[in-house]
């Protein structure tokens, strides 16, 4: 048979969608022999078991006489099997007299799957071995296309099945992060609040929170941005609000929560596996009281509506994660009747345009201006409606939030 018309057929042969290996390995053995074109009158499948340091028989078909079930060859006894590593088929004459006794007396054997360590030895985790009249070169040409077919095939299968795995653990890490972030919408006295966060890849490093304690009227708000992608990131922006939580829920200072958040960071992440975070207090203080810690986020835009003005709440003190013996201090500044404090990620201002240009802290501030009249919910959809018209053909890309507190009276 002409080898690529081989390749085709044990491709074939192996289209079954079975459950394991040995099940799909033994479909094909029976297909091998019972296909006329390929000339072989018989064939066995063995699996190495690693605590026996044995292969074991465990499928047999063609005109030779049965060998006993789960009959045993001993890897170092049986140079062959070791042989194989370096050579993947090999032609060869019986030396096991129970097998020669069978009728077996000439054979052509290929190793099938992954080379996996044994001991100080290298082994194939399946062997087929093969009986015909015609054990010569042209055997061994057959062999090596079975044999690397359908190692490719076992390949195949093994990253489609850690595939799958891989997609239910992202849907697993994806209803878990959607478990971290709150509801949209939030009412806490005479503000309303509203956030939206979309992670650039399944899951991400954003996160935004408001989390009320049951026996304080203050309302924590938080965002945070967790350095690196993807699930890495998503992990630690869960364990990070996670501990802040927790910390509110004991009524913790802004200062000390942090200082106690950070420290858990460093202990449990790389240093350069860092956090930034924006955490402020309302409460229902009738001056618009907030008091808060900006540890190297972006810097949070509040517009005073009567003045027409921006204030940027400022950095206080450096990044979670790094350096265990930061200190955290706070800082406080009012929120009038129809003011509105706008914050952000870094997915925002850096989210870039086809000509490479970042959509900027600057066209940010324009648009909070043009949108002041609106709802915090308003606000909030629109401006990343904006962002992302703006970089629908941008190169660069990352987790977007926005999270928008307006002051009503």
Avoid at 207 to 221: H, K, M, T
Wanted: proline share 2%; glycine share 6%.
């Amino acid at each position: 048979m002409h080898l690529r018309k081989l390749y085709h057929t044990i491709e074939q042969f192996a289209s079954i969608d079975y459950k394991h290996d040995v099940e799909l390995l033994s479909h094909v053995l029976k297909n091998i022999v019972r296909n006329e074109d390929i000339q072989i009158k018989g064939g066995r499948l063995w699996k190495f078991d690693a605590r026996k340091g044995a292969y074991c028989l465990i499928a047999q078909v063609g005109e030779i006489d049965r060998v006993r079930n789960n009959f045993e060859l001993n890897a170092l006894d049986y140079p062959m099997f070791l042989d194989l590593v370096n050579k993947r088929t090999i032609l060869a004459t019986e030396t096991n007299k129970y097998l020669r006794r069978k009728g077996i007396h000439k054979y052509s054997a290929t190793g099938i799957g992954e080379v996996a360590k044994w001991k100080k030895h290298s082994v194939f985790p399946y062997v087929l071995a093969f009986n015909s009249e015609y054990i010569n070169e042209t055997m061994l040409q057959t062999m090596n296309v079975i044999g690397s077919s359908l190692t490719s095939i076992l390949q195949k299968r093994k990253n489609e099945r850690k595939a799958k795995e891989f997609e239910r653990d992202l849907d697993q890490a994806r209803i878990i992060q959607r478990r971290i972030l709150p509801e949209h919408e939030c009412k806490f006295h005479h503000y309303n609040l509203y956030g939206i966060s979309i992670a650039d890849r399944v899951v991400g490093g954003d996160f935004f929170d408001y989390v009320q304690s049951d026996e304080s009227d203050r309302l924590a708000i938080m965002i945070g941005d967790a350095a690196s992608k993807g699930l890495s990131a998503a992990a630690q922006a869960l364990y990070t609000s996670g501990a802040l939580r927790m910390g509110i829920v004991h009524q913790t200072k802004i200062s000390v929560l942090l200082s106690r958040t950070n420290k858990l960071l460093h202990k449990t992440f790389a240093d350069e596996r860092f956090v930034s975070l924006f955490f402020g207090e309302l409460t229902n203080d009738k001056n618009g009281l907030l008091v808060y810690a900006n540890a190297g986020h972006n810097n949070p835009i509040l517009l005073h509506s009567h003045h027409q003005k921006i204030e940027f709440l400022e950095t206080t003190s450096q990044v979670l994660g790094p350096f265990p013996e930061a200190h955290f201090q706070t800082e406080s500044t009012l929120i009038h009747p129809n003011d509105i404090l706008l914050l952000y990620t870094d997915g925002i201002i850096d989210a870039t345009n086809d000509d490479g240009k970042f959509y900027g802290e600057s066209r940010l501030v324009e648009k909070l201006f043009e949108l002041q009249k609106c709802s915090a919910k308003e606000i909030c959809q629109l401006t990343i409606e904006d962002v992302e018209k703006f970089s629908a053909n941008g190169s660069a890309s990352d987790d977007k939030t926005i999270v928008v507190v307006k002051r009503e009276t």
